[in-house]
């Protein structure tokens, strides 16, 4: 596609239950990123993903949050037993080496309730 | 460890005045990107800088990036209420943490009549 889409825009969910959350980059770019932003809050890293590369996963909060990303193309975060603290805005965005900037999808407003 | 730092964080100006955004990065970078977020929105891609030296001009708004001061700046002429929104600066570091790109905290700007 043309730009980078995130599935779905809003998701609430119950605390505890387990959510995943999907990036489509745009095609051929091989840096994808995740970030979570809280209202009125900057962005905080997730992880990075490059190419075959293993994944920079040094922002992951906790143990209960996990990413994928599979045959370099569509990326997954997958969060396990969902607090309350998890609800936020997820944002995926891709890249083709930065050098013509990074691409923001719409992003996934997570509730948890 | 890579910081940027934005000032101001909050702005409140007048329409038709001119004011800027100043971004400091604390190590060497030359790939420095300029990002805007509406409320509730994603972030759009303003303006990419890779080298000493660039300056980027769209509508009302010019970008300059100085690797040897390690700052880039955001320039606003002529405010108009239409460029309300948070304006985030973010340093691409080679071989860093973070999947190399770094953030600053955003500078909110509410251009009032």
């Known amino acids: 596609g043309a730009g980078v889409s995130q599935s779905p825009s809003n998701k609430v969910t119950e605390k505890g239950k387990d959510v995943e959350l999907r990036c489509d980059p745009i095609?051929?770019?091989?840096?994808l990123y995740w970030y979570r932003q809280s209202l009125g809050q900057g962005l905080e890293f997730l992880i990075y993903?490059?190419?075959?590369?293993?994944?920079?996963k040094s922002g992951l909060p906790s143990d209960r949050f996990s990413a994928e990303r599979t045959g370099g193309s569509v990326s997954t975060l997958t969060i396990q037993r969902t607090q309350q603290e998890d609800s936020a805005v997820y944002l995926c965005?891709?890249?083709?080496?930065?050098?013509?900037?990074?691409?923001f999808g719409s992003g996934t407003r997570l509730t948890v309730v | 460890e890579l910081k940027v730092e934005q000032n101001p964080l909050f702005l409140s100006m007048q329409e038709g005045k001119n004011y800027t955004i100043y971004c400091n990065y604390s190590?060497?970078?030359?790939?420095l990107y300029w990002y805007r977020q509406d409320p509730g929105k994603s972030l759009e891609s303003l303006f990419v800088?890779?080298?000493?030296?660039a300056v980027k001009q769209e509508g009302r708004l010019m970008a300059s990036l100085d690797t040897k001061a390690r700052l880039s700046t955001l320039h606003i002429t002529a405010a108009v209420h239409d460029l309300s929104a948070t304006y985030f600066c973010?340093?691409?570091?080679?071989?860093?943490?973070?999947?190399?790109?770094?953030f600053g905290k955003g500078t909110k700007l509410s251009v009032k009549p």
């Open positions: 965005a891709s890249s083709l080496q930065g050098l013509y900037g990074y691409t």
């Open positions: 095609s051929g770019h091989t840096a």
């Open positions: 993903f490059q190419g075959n590369s293993a994944p920079d």
């Open positions: 190590t060497t970078s030359d790939r």
């Open positions: 800088l890779l080298s000493n030296g």
């Open positions: 973010a340093v691409y570091l080679y071989g860093g943490s973070q999947g190399n790109l770094i």
